[in-house]
């Protein structure tokens, strides 16, 4: 139970619980573009020690010359790391992604609208980030027309 503030008095949450997932308590309302760059700015700021392992890495056009952005609103859902130029969103997961039907289904979203999404593990970025580097170059380098291509017409139809 919650202990009760004096009447117009608001508690500020830091940042949301992890249990809780992306967005929290602090998630913005879908319709309000300010309020999702200001959610945005707040995710920003408050990288996890794996997302600024792997920022390091992507920022500022050091990954082989492709343009990186953090925590980017993408309809009603915000990506850790997307590269726009090649359509590709990099997520790292915590323990309370496992199994994720939001996650699922929020991937569903994003390869709707012609990105692809690399999940990652923090223990792969604090293990074995080379892996994880070679994973994303792979998925730089692979041609766009095969992402987007409509699939071929079945024989005899």
């Given at each position: 139970m919650q202990p009760l503030l004096p009447q117009g008095e608001k508690e500020e949450l830091s940042?949301?619980?992890p249990l809780e997932g992306?967005?929290?308590a602090l998630a913005p309302d879908e319709g309000s573009l300010k309020s999702k760059q200001a959610f945005a700015k707040h995710l920003r700021r408050n990288l996890?020690?794996?997302e600024v392992k792997l920022w390091v890495a992507?920022?500022?056009r050091r990954f082989?010359?492709?343009k990186f952005r953090r925590q980017v609103p993408i309809g009603k859902y915000f990506a850790d790391f997307v590269c726009q130029d090649r359509k590709l969103i990099v997520e790292l997961d915590?323990?309370?992604h496992s199994e994720s039907e939001y996650?699922?289904?929020r991937d569903t979203?994003?390869?709707s609208v012609g990105y692809k999404v690399l999940r990652f593990w923090n223990v792969d970025v604090n293990q074995a980030m080379d892996g994880v580097l070679l994973t994303i170059f792979d998925s730089l380098n692979e041609p766009l027309i095969r992402r987007f291509a409509p699939p071929s017409p079945t024989r005899g139809k």
């Open positions: 940042s949301p619980s992306e967005g929290g996890t020690p794996e992507l920022r500022g082989e010359n492709f915590g323990g309370q996650d699922k289904a979203g994003l390869q």
